[in-house]
Each structure stands twice: as structure tokens, then as C-alpha cells.
């Protein structure tokens, strides 16, 4: 049982976090409800000397919303936990800023949806407004350890490979990460059953309340067999209308209902990449639920299950494992200091890359995952395939394994790695 340790997380969002402050007028901490919004920004709220207004406070909920001017005047920065309670923040903080000049670290707020999502007429500060993601708890994160591997990958993809050749995680210790996922309160529970316990509270509460606060929602049950069934599809390109096959909704409110579980941080729409490439390359993303742990909740798989070599559990623990491990290639997506594109290659030829990182320089990673603990040279058609027709961009391929071994230059740029050196410092 994969359980966080006792004792206060270094979350690497902290320093970012700290660097943007000096730099941006207001920054919005956008991601899932309980996955440590509210420590980071005490954390950060506590290194400046200022505190935190939070918003899940109905008292203080209620005393904001009737004057938000009064709760932005305090000194900078002004800190607001779950911004999206009393949107009238922004206007006052947009007067502020126009009465004193958009001054870097003005405020800091935090919100459990995605900014998108919100009206427009909460859209105040746009250009002066950056919002960053926070996601659920890295590898690394959990065992104190700083990851580097994308920054490693980028500069010497070989040395980054052979820096540690030989890998001791088990596939039942992989098994426990995926099913454990990342989220603080879950990793906290100590018996499997009381982190189902948890993992089933969450989702109830995201759909039966959030959902209906932010969007009128005709049909509650259909949203959360929506919210199952897509979980069941996981890692897979998306078909809404299969998914809703018998929910008795139209594709629009399907589409609308998708659009709302994304915007409560509970799935992700992995975008189709690089679709002018190739002619037959398709334009449909690709399914993530955000957190391994949750989906596997919602899919009714244990640890127990995917240890057996049962078929049904062999494609299910794929799946769940490419879920997992694009979480954690997006996690440290996030920490970095330039903007990148990311997104999945497929073909109509069905060659695919599971997950793409283009830096702003054109240069590209490309990630495929398999559950296996060796690779073969079909694994990598898609690869070479993307390979080929990016000529010099093509910085390297990885294939993600359960086995032990590191293989640099498996082929032209390709190269083989346990899935662990995720998390092990390059």
C-alpha cells in the first residue's frame, strides 16, 4: 500500500509559484478540489506575510460577496482560497490594479475549476490574470525526490537513459502506485478499503454539488454514469457517442456534460498533435481521467484484480498505466519555465505516440507506454513513423516499460526505460 509519508509535502509548484509572483499582477492556482491548493497558497501566503481569505468559509463567503472591495484593499499580495465562490473579486481586484498600475504580486487567489469555465463577465483581468495548474501529487513528490527527467531527456537523451541502467520496481509495486494515484487525502488512508471510501466521497461530491453549483445539470445520475463509463475508456481516443449509448442524451448535452467534467478537473481531453504531419493522421483526443487512483476507483479495479494475468485485467492495467503515466509526464510538463504543446499522434493507419511534448524551439519528446516488461520493434511503428517525418525535430522516443533494464539507442533515437525513472533523479 503506496501511503504518504507523515510530515509536510515540498510541492514543486511552490517555487514557481514564488518566481511568477514577481513577475505576473495576479496569479490564479487552477486545479482539482483536494489536491493541495489551499497548503500551497498558505505556504506561499505565510513566506510573505500576508494570510488567507477562504472562501469555502460561508461566514466569510457571505462578508466578501457583499463587499469585495473591502476584501482586496489589504496589503499585497492578497491571497483568496476558491476564487470561483464570490467572482466579484475580480472586478474589485481589476480597479485595484487600474487605480495603481498592474503591480507584480498583487494577488494570488485559487480556484477548483478551470478558468475557461467561468462567465464571461468574471473574465475581469484578462492580461493580467496567469493562471497555473496544480495537479495531484508527482512520484517524486510523495518520496521527496526532485525529478528531472524531461530537462534531462531535452539536453543528452542517452546519458539521461544510462544514468541509472537497472530498475527493482515490481510490477505489483507499479500496480499500487497506479491504484493509489496522487491525491494528498487518499494517500493518507492506510487500508485499501478506507481510500475507497474516500475515493467514492470525492466523486459524489464533485458531481452531486459542484457540478450542480456551476452548471444547471437536468440529469445528475446521467452525468455520473457519464463520469463511469468514460473512466471505463480511459487512455483510449475519445467517442462520445459510444460512451453515451443508452443515457437517453443528445450529443450536444454529452458534449456539454464532457465539457463540464473536464472543467471540474475530473477528465482530460489529451489533444490530437502534429495533425498536418500526415494526411491520415486523426484530429480526435485522447481520453485521461486526471488522477490513476480515481479511475481505477471508478472502474472498479484493485490492486488484487490487476495482479492477475486474467485478459480483461492485462488491457484495463494498460490502460490504466498510460493513464498514469502521461499524469506524471504532465506533472513535470508544468513545472517547466517555457510554454510547451502537448498532445497524442495517431494515425488512421492505427500507428500512434501516446503522448508528445513539443518545446517552443520545435523540438519534440515523444513517450509511447506499455505493460509489459519488454518492448518489440512493432511497439515502435508509430514512433519511427513520427520520427521520419519530423527529420531533425525529432529530439527522442522513449518506450516506458515494466522491466528493469534501459536500453539508449534501441534504434535512431529510440531508447528503452523503466517507468520508474520517472521519479529517480537523471
Not at 1 to 25: F, K, Q, Y
Not at 158 to 178: F, G, L, N, Q
Not at 183 to 211: H, I, M
Request: a neutral charge.
Amino acid at each position: 500500500m503506496n501511503v504518504l509519508p507523515a510530515g509536510t509535502i515540498d510541492r514543486r509548484l511552490s517555487a514557481l509559484l514564488a518566481s511568477r509572483a514577481l513577475e505576473e499582477p495576479v496569479i490564479a492556482l487552477h486545479g482539482p478540489r483536494s489536491v493541495g491548493k489551499s497548503t500551497v497558497l498558505r505556504g506561499f501566503a505565510e513566506r510573505v506575510g500576508s494570510f488567507v481569505v477562504d472562501l469555502d468559509e460561508p461566514e466569510v463567503r457571505a462578508a466578501v460577496a457583499s463587499n469585495p472591495a473591502a476584501a482586496v484593499s489589504t496589503p499585497a499580495p492578497v491571497c483568496i482560497d476558491e476564487y470561483q465562490h464570490a467572482l466579484g473579486v475580480l472586478d474589485a481586484l481589476k480597479s485595484r490594479l487600474n487605480r495603481e498600475g498592474s503591480l507584480p504580486g498583487t494577488a494570488v487567489l485559487t480556484g477548483s475549476t478551470r478558468q475557461d469555465f467561468l462567465p464571461r463577465t468574471a473574465q475581469a483581468l484578462t492580461g493580467r490574470l496567469h493562471s497555473i495548474t496544480i495537479w495531484p501529487l508527482s512520484q517524486g513528490e510523495i518520496g521527496g525526490i526532485e525529478e528531472n527527467l524531461l530537462d534531462a531527456l531535452r539536453r543528452n537523451p542517452a546519458a539521461a537513459v544510462d544514468a541509472i541502467p537497472v530498475s527493482t520496481t515490481t510490477r505489483a509495486e507499479y500496480v499500487d502506485r497506479v491504484c493509489a494515484g496522487g491525491f494528498p487525502l487518499a494517500l493518507k488512508r492506510t487500508t485499501g478499503v478506507s481510500r475507497n471510501r474516500w475515493f467514492d466521497d470525492y466523486v459524489r461530491q464533485s458531481v452531486e454539488r459542484d457540478a450542480v453549483e456551476l452548471a444547471r445539470i437536468q440529469q445528475r445520475q446521467a452525468l455520473g454514469k457519464l463520469l463511469n463509463r468514460l473512466a471505463g475508456r480511459t487512455g483510449q481516443v475519445l467517442n462520445l457517442t459510444n460512451a453515451g449509448q443508452g443515457l437517453g442524451l443528445s450529443l450536444t448535452t454529452l458534449q456539454d456534460y464532457a465539457t463540464l467534467l473536464e472543467d471540474l478537473f475530473l477528465i482530460e481531453r489529451l489533444p490530437a498533435w502534429g495533425k498536418t504531419l500526415r494526411k491520415r493522421s486523426v484530429s480526435s483526443p485522447k481520453l485521461h481521467v486526471i488522477d490513476s487512483g480515481v479511475a481505477a476507483r471508478l472502474m472498479r479495479i484493485s490492486p488484487e484484480k490487476l495482479a492477475t494475468l486474467e485478459p480483461t485485467a492485462l488491457t484495463e492495467f494498460g490502460n490504466l498505466l498510460e493513464t498514469f503515466v502521461v499524469g506524471e509526464l504532465r506533472k513535470q510538463v508544468s513545472w517547466l519555465d517555457e510554454p510547451v504543446t502537448l498532445g497524442h499522434w495517431r494515425t488512421h493507419d492505427d500507428d500512434e505516440v501516446d503522448f508528445v511534448v513539443e518545446f517552443a524551439d520545435g523540438g519534440v519528446l515523444a513517450f509511447e507506454v506499455k505493460a509489459n516488461e519488454r518492448i518489440g520493434e512493432s511497439d515502435f511503428k508509430g514512433m519511427r513513423k513520427l520520427r521520419d517525418a519530423l527529420g531533425e525535430r525529432f529530439i527522442a522516443g522513449i518506450g516506458f516499460t515494466t522491466g528493469t533494464r534501459s536500453y539508449s539507442g534501441y534504434e535512431d533515437r529510440i531508447h528503452v526505460m523503466p517507468i520508474d525513472r520517472l521519479w529517480q533523479p537523471v
